[in-house]
């Protein structure tokens, strides 16, 4: 049973990094990049946790960490980059 | 037991990535920028915390040892997400609106982000009048 919830839970957030790919490619403007990025960021912890899951190992935490603090930080320096200018004055 | 776990696991499962691809669908669908945020800095963040929560029981029943570092991940994006929603908001407000085009606040001020230096006052209704009262306030 958690096999065919995991593998509906893969389809979902593949489909979830689709709409923010459709995004990134056709967005009205700069923010909404942005937050097409950081959503996509926060897809692919989802699908690394589901890989872990699947795999049976928590050998990926590390990996969900650093790109939850990655994604993150990238995202408020690209959006104080756009804001200012300028990342840090 | 072993079932009440997997029933509860793959519940998480679904419902987080529900909640996910309906996030990333409002990303797609909303019609404007603003309306468009609320969308992945709230349900997006939900499916993820429902996802990680599946992970956490997932290896508290089945796995050799139970941890906690999923949790860890959980708050840290619960944290995240209303600064990185801020943030974005902020940087639309001033790529895209001007300054007197916002909503009035209500009170004798401008927009705490246009803040005093803003060229134009919100208040008042000409530019004498609003240039004077500019001068008061500085």
Request: glycine share 8%.
């Amino acid at each position: 049973m958690i096999e065919y919830a995991l593998y509906f839970a893969f389809c979902c957030f593949g489909l979830g990094l689709l709409f923010c790919l459709y995004r990134i490619l056709f967005a009205p403007g700069v923010s909404d990049r942005i937050l097409a990025l950081d959503t996509m960021t926060v897809n692919m912890i989802a699908v690394i946790a589901l890989f872990g899951i699947l795999h049976d190992t928590t050998m990926y935490f590390e990996i969900m960490m650093l790109l939850a603090m990655v994604g993150f930080v990238s995202t408020v320096a690209y959006a104080k980059f756009i804001l200012r200018g300028d990342v840090i004055e | 037991m072993s079932m009440i776990a997997e029933i509860l696991i793959s519940a998480l499962l679904v419902i987080g990535g529900l909640f996910g691809v309906i996030g990333s669908y409002g990303l797609v669908k909303l019609p404007d920028q603003m309306t468009r945020l609320h969308a992945p800095t709230k349900a997006a963040t939900l499916g993820v915390g429902g996802v990680l929560l599946a992970s956490l029981a997932w290896f508290a029943f089945f796995g050799e040892h139970p941890s906690w570092h999923e949790l860890l991940i959980t708050l840290f994006l619960f944290v995240t997400a209303p600064i990185t929603g801020l943030m974005i908001a902020k940087s639309h407000m001033h790529l895209s609106w001007h300054a007197d085009e916002l909503p009035d606040c209500g009170e004798d001020q401008n927009w705490a982000t246009y803040g005093a230096s803003a060229e134009r006052s919100l208040v008042g209704n000409g530019t004498e009048n609003d240039s004077t009262d500019r001068d008061m306030r500085e």
